[in-house]
């Protein structure tokens, strides 16, 4: 079977659709992207360095794009449910694992952004 090639354009527009389809499709990824959104506007307030903009943008790149995945692996664990006729419980750890893989960004995510933000916050008082 012969690979169909496509454009870097093309490459670049199946990439922003997927991106969109899953923040149409999945909750939690439209409540990281807020959460993305509420860190944003704090870092802009408080004037954080460039520095610990880096790390945000890159926690956040990194939680955003382990949801996605997450999605992804859910996706084909229920395309294999359905293909191999298996049950829900079948493919659990897979989905466990994946789901734990997200938790564990999100719970780094939430103590480096307190080691970020907290001396903003003290200082206001």
């Known amino acids: ?21 899953a923040i149409k499709k999945e909750r939690n990824l439209k409540i990281h992207l807020l959460v993305a959104i ?18 945000i943008i890159l926690i956040i790149s990194l939680v955003l794009s382990a949801e996605i995945f997450n999605s992804a692996i859910e996706g084909l664990c229920n395309l294999l449910k359905e293909k191999l006729n298996l049950g829900y419980s079948e493919t659990t750890l897979i989905r466990n694992f ?24 003290l200082s206001l008082q």
């Open 1 to 21: 079977m012969k690979k169909e090639k496509h454009s870097l354009f093309s490459s670049f527009g199946f990439a922003f659709s997927g991106i969109y389809q």
């Open 38 to 55: 509420l860190v944003s506007i704090a870092g802009f307030f408080f004037k954080i360095s460039r520095f610990e903009w880096l790390i």
């Open 98 to 121: 994946s789901a734990g893989a997200v938790l564990i960004l999100a719970i780094s995510s939430v103590i480096l952004g307190f080691i970020i933000f907290l001396p903003y916050l």
